[in-house]
């Protein structure tokens, strides 16, 4: 079993839907990342998190550390959201204790 | 602008020969990352070096090399002792070893 299980692995949404990626974790952590990937390859952070809610513009994120569980949210979901979304978790209070998810494939078609 | 340029963005070699992939960040970052990045599988870390002069081997660190002489460089030379050497590599930075990372746009490097 992966010590960093997102879900879904795949999602295809309209324009204009709320999206929520999952992210579940099974070993103790001291912040967890969201990151975005583009076709392209580069990847982007979106936020780092240790404990409650993050908000940048249509994208939240949220961290619930007893139930080793965050989510992503995307509001008005837009074609230029469509990218691969990997959660990463930081363990041992280093950043180069990561353990990255294999990430979801986010499609949002006009 | 600030950021880390990763080159060549395609690099084919063949088996046998050793090749290195270049990383440059002008975010003056002490922690620089290397990463491999295959079909299926999160990312795994390589080497990392948290200060000029000074490395770790990651998670997969075997038939690569490293080197960190100055502060906005950190090359990854592939060599032929590793087995698979065909994936996606990417290069990340962070201020300190707790920071977000911030990322290059990565090297696709195809051994055949």
């Known amino acids: 079993k992966n010590e960093v299980e997102q879900s879904p692995q795949n999602l295809t949404a309209q324009e204009g839907e709320f999206i929520t990626i999952n992210c579940s974790y099974s070993?103790?952590?001291?912040?967890l990342h969201w990151l975005q990937q583009h076709p392209g390859g580069g990847i982007v952070s979106l936020f780092m998190?240790?404990?409650g809610k993050k908000k940048h513009g249509r994208l939240i994120a949220t961290i619930n550390i007893q139930e080793k569980h965050s989510s992503l949210h995307i509001t008005a979901s837009h074609p230029r959201d469509s990218a691969v979304y990997i959660c990463a978790v930081v363990y041992g209070g280093a950043t180069n204790k990561l353990i990255f998810g294999t990430g979801t494939l986010l499609a949002v078609q006009p | 602008d600030g950021g880390i340029t990763q080159s060549p963005k395609y690099l084919f070699r063949k088996e046998g020969q050793n090749v290195t992939l270049s990383c440059e960040q002008n975010?003056?970052?002490?922690?620089m990352y290397w990463y491999r990045q295959d079909p299926g599988q999160g990312l795994r870390l390589i080497y990392y070096?948290?200060?000029?002069?000074?490395?770790q081997k990651g998670d997969i660190a075997e038939g690569y090399s490293v080197s960190r002489e100055k502060k906005e460089s950190f090359p990854l030379t592939v060599t032929s002792a590793q087995k698979n050497p065909t994936a996606f590599y990417l290069c990340?930075?962070?201020?300190?070893?707790?920071?977000?990372?911030?990322f290059g746009n990565g090297t696709r490097l195809t051994v055949t």
């Open positions: 070993v103790g952590i001291s912040a």
């Open positions: 998190l240790s404990s």
């Open positions: 070096s948290q200060i000029v002069n000074d490395f």
């Open positions: 990340a930075s962070s201020p300190s070893g707790n920071s977000p990372l911030h």
């Open positions: 975010l003056n970052h002490d922690a």
